[in-house]
Every structure is written in structure tokens, then in C-alpha cells.
């Protein structure tokens, strides 16, 4: 099986989008660069410095090398679908000599690591996975006892705001828009295959998630919270 074989036929080729894009797809594809560095190092504060970490769906592994970076006696361990991501991100540690961190293959809603962390994160990445709630379970399953699942997913808000903007005419909008990449991207969320709310999420996982505003101050900047919330979820 291939790379390309690995990634889901209902949404888009991740192995195609990181080989061929440039800084702005790049941003545009980490959304945790914006909403999820900070909160995290606020948790990590909060609640201690995990021994391991895994980053799912990490892309070009901004979260990832952010802990690394910040705590050097933490094994981060960066999970993706797509192999080209993957590639870079292992270059660019053994380039700078980042040893705590390794970079391995993984496609939700399979996820069965030989080990547990203390702290798993996934944000950014369910909306593109058909199965978010079996891919819930696989991410709760990974978490050691007593270590938490942070998470970042789209809800129904997200869903009729990602429709309305598919819906409506380019030339009104007041940025570039491109319906069949966007119908490509983000088609499970308007669907709403790929979306959860706080009592999916309990469902799943047998345990209600909690809200970052518990161990961190809400940012007074406009954030994603209200279609793409934030949560951790303890085991």
C-alpha cells in the first residue's frame, strides 16, 4: 500500500497538498499555529510536564517542535497521513539536532501506537476524517491513565458557516475563493460526516470534555472557539 493508497478517498489528497504547497497553504493547513501553541503551554503549566506526547495529524509539526522545543525532557512523537509532511519534518530534526522528537505515519481513524502517552493532541484534523467518532475513541484509547486528549474540532456552527461560505458568490466575498477546492476540503464538515459536539465527544469516550477557559484566560483577540472549539478531555 501506498502513501497516496493510505490518505481518504472522500477528502483531499493531503500526500498532493504538502508536496506542492506554498506559505500561504501552508498556513492556511495549521490552524494550531494561531490557536493552539499558547493554550497549550498554559495547560502543560497547569497540570505538569508530560514524559510523552503525540501530536496527530501534526502537518509540517508546528505543535510538535513547539514542545519539543519548550520541554527538552519530553519524547514528542508527531503523527501524519502523509509521508511527504513526514519526510520534512524527520529532515529538519536531524538537521537541527532535535533528539526528543520522531515523526511517524498514522491515517484516523486508525490509531494503535505500540505505546501510551501522557498527552495526546489532535486539533485541526478530524473534520477531515469521515469517522470522527471512531477516530475519538482510538486517540482516548492512546492516552495513558491519569494523561489527558486535547482536542480541537469543528461542530455544527462550523458546518453552517463552512455551507454558507459555499454557497456564495465569489466575487462578493472579500478574499479568493475557490468553491471545488473548498467543496474538496471541507465537504465532510458541511455534511456534517465529520463533525462532534460535547455530547458526541461523551459519548465516545465515556468521560464530558472540559474547556481550556478553565486552566487559561480567554484570549480577548476573535478566536475559532465558537466553530472549532478547544477542549481536554482527562483519563
Not at 455544527?156 to 456564495?168: I, T
Not at 471541507?186 to 474547556?211: C, K, N
Request: contains cysteine; charged residues 25%.
Amino acid at each position: 500500500m501506498t502513501a497516496t493508497d493510505r490518505t481518504h478517498p472522500d477528502t483531499i489528497d493531503w500526500n498532493r497538498y504538502w508536496t506542492d504547497a506554498d506559505d500561504e497553504a501552508r498556513e492556511s493547513a495549521t490552524p494550531s499555529a494561531h490557536h493552539m501553541r499558547e493554550l497549550l503551554a498554559d495547560f502543560v503549566a497547569a497540570k505538569s510536564v508530560p514524559d510523552t506526547v503525540a501530536d496527530v495529524g501534526c502537518g509540517p509539526g508546528v505543535v510538535t517542535f513547539d514542545l519539543a522545543d519548550r520541554f527538552p525532557e519530553t519524547t514528542v512523537v508527531g503523527y501524519d497521513a502523509a509521508e511527504p509532511i513526514l519526510t520534512e519534518n524527520r529532515t529538519r530534526a536531524r538537521e537541527e539536532g532535535i533528539e526528543n522528537v520522531r515523526f511517524e505515519q498514522a491515517v484516523l481513524p486508525e490509531f494503535a501506537p505500540d505505546t501510551e502517552f501522557d498527552l495526546v493532541v489532535c486539533y485541526g484534523t478530524l473534520c477531515y476524517v469521515p469517522e470522527s467518532a471512531r477516530a475519538l475513541q482510538a486517540l482516548y484509547d492512546a492516552v495513558a491513565p491519569g494523561g489527558h486528549l486535547v482536542l480541537g474540532y469543528m461542530n455544527s456552527l462550523a458546518a453552517a458557516h463552512h455551507r454558507r461560505l459555499q454557497a456564495a458568490d465569489p466575487d462578493e466575498l472579500d478574499h479568493e475563493f475557490d468553491p471545488d477546492a473548498h467543496r474538496e476540503r471541507f465537504g465532510l464538515v458541511m455534511r456534517e460526516e465529520s463533525t462532534l459536539s460535547y455530547r458526541q465527544i461523551h459519548d465516545a469516550v465515556g468521560t464530558w470534555p472540559r474547556s481550556f477557559w478553565e486552566v487559561t484566560e480567554k484570549p480577548e483577540q476573535r478566536w475559532a472557539w465558537r466553530h472549532v472549539p478547544s477542549v481536554w478531555i482527562p483519563k
